[in-house]
């Protein structure tokens, strides 16, 4: 059974500086009509409330507990009116939405991540026209702002994963377009007292509801970032503060529309106006799952990292030489094949991890519902492998005509001279900052690797490049190490190539 704090996910705002610093966003004047979408326990209301005593408002609630509460708070006040009902679905807003919008202001926190049955995702998908329907705080980011009143102002706290998450894109792409954001401010989930979000940053949007695309477009806002205390929160006269002033249409014109904020000029401008992207000279794909690797995988020996509770292999039965041909299970009389696995090392993982491979468990995991036989077009390939999650560092490794498995983002060159330069230039720090840019995160999916800027490098480079890789790998395959200095030269010379 489904929790009730996972199903309403209530994250209080029980900070007084975000709660002034969120209504002040507002700019209200008394005469408003507002809504709070997910009114909790009234923490926004009661400041609106005591300075306006006679403005309206709709305090929506779908908790049972919190909505009794409400009733209870403002019993004796008509301006208030308290309905128990789910925003996102509530047909009177959606009425509303319809013909324009109702209310002049929108404050709050909604809930991030609130859990909803996959029959209930799928309804949200479609009355919200593809957008992301499993983060709920993007719905309720798009349902409110179409409530809102021609400039009609909103303010929320929710993470800042909106800014550069490729599932977010339709909703960057509709404030871009339909409003005018006024402030975005950045800062830790550690400033939210007592919560465990799950999310590292949040961020508070104020936006102004705006029908005039052209407008909109032209509209200049500020991000503020570098915050050292939640009390600095709504200070702009602090100097340390960080302020990236952006235009929408600079915005809308980025890869996924994405608000790139954590990155330089050089960086950015790189991001933005190279043309070309590694998504144009390669296959990203991810990889192979068996649906039960403790039953299918198989490890070498005990010392390999994460490999307790794995059987050992019978390297008889292994087969070593792999290729496309082999793609529906193996022929002969051997059983599993290498098979390249997460892990943060570089240039070459030595066949550790093996999976289980005859024709006849290939057809099982065809048919397994649990299984991902997926993108088996690349299987015993050679192509590069990045994990799916990484550390600081981006790292890639080699996949050489084996298996890899769905935590590996296999990068696979149309033109396969480019394979050991794209090898040196994916474990650069060239490589880690860009990606960084595109995406703050450690999820190293294959949609951000394919937005990563490809600056061409001339044939000498690349003979250049390919040279050291070679050497490299030679190093790493007989002895486990590689020369740092060739390394390092590759680096600088990528590094000189793109010009940071």
Not at 371 to 383: D, I, L, V
């Amino acid at each position: 059974m489904i929790s009730e704090n996972r199903i309403y996910q209530p994250y209080y705002t029980k900070s007084e500086p975000i709660v002034k610093y969120m209504v002040s966003l507002l700019k209200l004047s008394g005469s408003e009509k507002i809504l709070e979408p997910c009114a909790g326990d009234g923490v926004f209301l009661d400041p609106i409330i005591k300075n306006f005593s006679n403005v309206q408002i709709d305090a929506f609630e779908l908790n049972e507990n919190s909505y009794s509460n409400l009733l209870v708070k403002y019993s004796d006040r008509e301006n208030i009116k308290v309905k128990k009902t789910d925003t996102l679905t509530d047909a009177g807003l959606q009425f509303l939405c319809s013909m324009g919008g109702g209310y002049d202001a929108v404050i709050a926190n909604p809930p991030y991540g609130a859990w909803r049955d996959h029959g209930e995702r799928k309804k949200l998908k479609k009355s919200y026209n593809g957008f992301y329907a499993k983060e709920s705080y993007s719905l309720f980011l798009y349902r409110c702002t179409e409530a809102l009143n021609e400039n009609g102002r909103l303010s929320f706290i929710i993470p800042d994963t909106y800014l550069n998450l490729h599932m977010h894109k339709h909703i960057r792409k509709y404030i871009l377009t339909h409003t005018k954001i006024k402030e975005m401010a950045l800062f830790p989930s550690s400033y939210f007292p007592g919560v465990n979000f799950g999310y590292a940053n949040l961020s508070i949007i104020a936006l102004e509801k705006c029908s005039d695309y052209k407008s909109n477009l032209e509209n200049e806002f500020t991000i503020i970032k570098g915050f050292n205390s939640v009390e600095e929160l709504g200070n702009n006269n602090i100097e340390t503060l960080k302020r990236i002033k952006l235009k929408q249409k600079d915005v809308l014109q980025t890869t996924d529309y994405s608000f790139i904020t954590n990155g330089n000029k050089s960086l950015v401008d790189c991001i933005n106006s190279t043309q070309l992207k590694i998504g144009d000279i390669c296959d990203c794909v991810t990889g192979f799952y068996s649906g039960n690797d403790k039953e299918y995988l198989k490890v070498k020996n005990k010392t390999i990292r994460n490999s307790k509770n794995y059987d050992l292999v019978k390297l008889d039965l292994v087969e070593f030489n792999c290729s496309s041909n082999i793609v529906n299970g193996i022929t002969n009389d051997k059983e599993y094949v290498p098979i390249v696995k997460g892990g943060n090392r570089k240039y070459y993982k030595p066949d550790d991890w093996f999976m289980l491979w005859s024709e006849g468990k290939v057809a099982f995991y065809k048919a397994d519902k649990k299984a991902r036989y997926q993108n088996s077009a690349y299987y015993f390939r050679k192509g590069i492998g990045v994990p799916m999650v990484s550390s600081s560092s981006i790292t890639a490794a080699l996949i050489e005509n084996r298996l890899f498995d769905q935590s590996i983002v296999g990068i696979f060159p149309k033109d396969e001279s480019l394979l050991y330069y794209l090898l040196a230039f994916f474990n650069s720090p060239t490589a880690n900052k860009l990606i960084r840019t595109i995406n703050s995160s450690t999820n190293n999916s294959s949609n951000y690797i394919k937005k990563v800027p490809f600056t061409k490098p001339s044939d000498k480079l690349i003979q250049d490049i390919n040279k050291r890789i070679e050497i490299i790998l030679n190093e790493y395959k007989s002895t486990g190490l590689f020369s740092h200095e060739l390394e390092e030269q590759n680096n600088k010379d990528i590094k000189k190539l793109y010009g940071f």
